[in-house]
Nanobody, 116 residues
Framework: VQLQASGGGLVQAGGSLRLSCSASARAFYTMAWFRQAPGKEREFVSSIGWWNGVTNYADSVKGRFTISRDNAKNTLYLQMSSLKPEDTGVYYC????????????WGQGTQVTVSS
C-alpha cells in the first residue's frame, strides 16, 4: 500500500490550497489528514469515512477546511481556505483499513507554509 500526498506549497495568510492523496490500496475504511508543525507533535486535522462519507474536523480547522474523497480514483482531498500562519506544517494522509483506532498506512507528507 502506498499513499502519495501532494499539493503543498507556500501561500499567504488568507489564501487557499488543495491537498491530494492518492492511495494504492484495496481496503478502505477511513482516511484522514494529520499535520505536524515544527517542534510539535503530529495532530489530527480531519477524517472521512470512505464509504459513508462521515467527516470529522479538528476545532482549529472547522469552517475553513473541507475533506472529501473520490472513491473511483482512490484519492483523498483537503481543501484549505482562509489559511493562517498556524496552519503551517507537514501534512500527512493516513489510511485505516478497519474499525480499529490506529491508522495502518501513512503518506510521506507534503509541506504547507503560510506566511503572515
Amino acid at each position: 500500500v502506498q499513499l502519495q500526498a501532494s499539493g503543498g506549497g507556500l501561500v499567504q495568510a488568507g489564501g487557499s490550497l488543495r491537498l491530494s492523496c492518492s492511495a494504492s490500496a484495496r481496503a478502505f475504511y477511513t482516511m484522514a489528514w494529520f499535520r505536524q508543525a515544527p517542534g510539535k507533535e503530529r495532530e489530527f486535522v480531519s477524517s472521512i469515512g470512505w464509504w459513508n462519507g462521515v467527516t470529522n474536523y479538528a476545532d482549529s480547522v472547522k469552517g475553513r477546511f473541507t475533506i472529501s474523497r473520490d472513491n473511483a480514483k482512490n484519492t483523498l482531498y483537503l481543501q484549505m481556505s482562509s489559511l493562517k500562519p498556524e496552519d503551517t506544517g507537514v501534512y500527512y494522509c493516513a489510511l485505516r483499513t478497519g474499525s480499529g483506532v490506529r491508522y495502518d498506512y501513512w503518506g510521506q507528507g507534503t509541506q504547507v507554509t503560510v506566511s503572515s
